[in-house]
């Protein structure tokens, strides 16, 4: 009976010792990583700002009427296309910088290439200005007629905010991982208000850039909030 119990234990020792340790580590992300992550908090921000201010300088602009992709048109018109550039520039160093942080983890890729692909449909928007309209730039009529850029400048607009929801959707899921419901629950529900803005497009400009906006800020919170809060546990 001893020699048995004696046996038995060593074999339980034995398989204990066979089997492999799964260990759970935190992955810090890199100088480059976390450099590259307050790319995609600065660009909403830096969008934003730009647009804000331009709206309240230039003459015949109006928050209620016009939406801030026009103010790329005009001889002033050259700043806002240089926003969508920068803007562009930084999400998809952004995107990157996220791909870095998340490493292996939940919303690795499916969260970080959507917001590459928006950042590339700001440059496609500097590319294919908005058409004029609704008295901007000044002289132009109150109807806007619908032009081939004006048509490829908002198709640009629709799958990079399309691809933007993608990603808030997508990066709730690590969010919570992290331990951040509330901001995990507030990812999925951006998203939903910022298509009840486009949808309200055709009966308030304001609704829309409200609705683009609130896209804009929501990424840069969360990409705030991934960069610099705790890293979640992977498996190595």
Request: charged share 10%; hydrophobic share 55%; glycine share 14%.
């Amino acid at each position: 009976m001893t020699v048995s119990r004696t046996l038995s234990t060593r074999s339980r020792a034995s398989r204990t010792a066979a089997a492999p340790h799964v260990l759970r580590v935190l992955r810090v992300p890199g100088p480059a990583g976390a450099a590259a992550v307050w790319c995609a908090v600065a660009a909403g921000p830096l969008f934003l700002v730009t647009g804000i201010v331009q709206g309240v300088v230039r003459d015949g602009f109006d928050f209620t009427r016009n939406a801030i992709s026009q103010l790329a048109l005009g001889q002033a018109g050259w700043v806002q296309t240089v926003n969508f550039l920068v803007t562009g520039a930084l999400l998809v160093a952004g995107a990157a910088g996220l791909r870095r942080v998340l490493g292996r983890g939940a919303g690795c890729v499916w969260g970080p290439v959507p917001v590459g692909v928006f950042g590339v449909s700001f440059w496609a928007a500097a590319a294919f200005p908005a058409d004029a309209g609704a008295g901007f730039p000044a002289g132009a009529p109150d109807t806007a007629v619908l032009s081939a850029q004006g048509a490829v400048h908002m198709a640009a607009g629709t799958v990079g905010y399309l691809a933007l929801c993608g990603a808030l959707l997508v990066l709730a899921r690590p969010l919570a991982e992290r331990g951040h419901r509330g901001w995990a629950v507030a990812s999925r529900l951006v998203p939903v208000a910022v298509l009840c803005g486009f949808a309200a497009s055709a009966v308030s400009v304001l609704a829309f850039t409200a609705g683009a906006g609130l896209g804009l800020v929501w990424l840069a919170a969360v990409a705030l909030r991934l960069g610099t809060g705790p890293a979640a546990a992977v498996r190595p």
